[in-house]
């Protein structure tokens, strides 16, 4: 069993929660009950991890939304999934997580796109995720 220690583990457990909702339609407890139960967490990454997949399958239409604006002639669904659910974790973080430094996100997303999607992903990334970050006190962000 992986004792998951760092919030990067944390991150890409998320994403493997995200593909999962996404895939299965499963409901989030459900996922997050299954990742759970394969993996140990020190207390800080259990929190950390259940309110980023949380928090990141809540703000899901809102993140597309602003992933959608930064398209240049290219359509949300032609993007790749783990690109999109990566993009979409990763805007999450930035505009609701204050203890994690927008350039923190930045890097984290793109190391983790690297490691899980295409070579060319992680520069598609970076541009989505650094346009957001230049972007940030002009966003209308959700309240709820």
Same mark, same amino acid.
């Given at each position: 069993? /992986?004792?998951?220690? /760092? ?26 009950e299954d990742l759970k139960s394969r993996s140990t ?14 928090? /990141? ?60 999607? /295409? $070579? ?23 309240? $709820?």
């Open positions: 069993m /992986t004792v998951i220690k /760092t919030r990067r583990l944390a991150r890409e457990l998320v994403l493997q929660g995200l593909y999962a909702e996404e895939m299965t339609h499963d409901s989030p407890d459900k996922i997050l967490f020190d207390d800080e990454s259990s929190t950390f991890f259940e309110r980023l997949f949380t928090t /990141t399958l809540k703000q899901r239409d809102w993140t597309s939304a602003l992933i959608e604006e930064r398209l240049e002639n290219w359509d949300l669904g032609r993007v790749a999934l783990i690109d999109r659910l990566v993009l979409q974790m990763m805007i999450t973080e930035m505009v609701f997580f204050d203890d994690v430094p927008p350039k923190v996100s930045i890097a984290e997303g793109v190391e983790i796109v690297r490691k899980f999607s /295409t $070579d060319e992903s992680s520069g598609f990334v970076n541009g989505i995720l650094d346009s957001v970050f230049h972007s940030l006190e002009e966003l209308s962000v959700p309240t $709820d």
